[in-house]
């Protein structure tokens, strides 16, 4: 039984707004913003409590309409980035929270591996080989103190 509350043509707008904003489209790398319906599908489907979700994009709602009398979606693009930058300096938590979803759900995106030039899968169990480099990188590793105890 799923509990948790659906999110609105209004929020799914909204965070497609505010996550253009996060991560905006390049066509130079010929990726999608994270603003992409299919990213924000998978932003939304992240939060463990949607409901966090909601409050905070009421919060930058409220904070869009204060300022400009309108939806945050309905901003032109430097009355979003304001909004959003007065949104993470007074609701630093919720902004957070957003990003931090926005990251992960973007850099899931099938696209977005394909322009890094990786392999859209998860790391394990067939894991990445990374390339043959300086070993002395991990001098710092190698002096420092063990993580145990030895045995008597």
């Not at 998978?42 to 409050?55: F, K």
């Amino acid at each position: 039984m799923n509990t948790q509350p659906a999110f609105t043509d209004d929020d799914m707008q909204t965070l497609a707004a505010l996550a253009n904003v996060i991560i905006p489209p390049s066509t130079a790398y010929a990726v999608p913003g994270a603003g992409d319906p299919d990213i924000c599908k998978g932003i939304a489907a992240g939060a463990r409590r949607a409901e966090r979700l909601q409050r905070a994009l009421g919060e930058l709602n409220a904070l869009a309409d204060a300022a400009h009398e309108g939806l945050f979606q309905t901003l032109s693009d430097s009355e979003k980035r304001d909004v959003a930058e007065q949104f993470r300096n007074q609701h630093a938590s919720s902004a957070s929270l957003i990003e931090a979803l926005t990251m992960q759900a973007y850099y899931r995106d099938v696209r977005v591996m394909a322009s890094l030039g990786m392999d859209a899968r998860p790391p394990f169990p067939e894991g990445y080989t990374p390339p043959e480099g300086d070993w002395s990188l991990l001098d710092p590793v190698r002096r420092r103190a063990p993580l145990f105890r030895k045995a008597d």
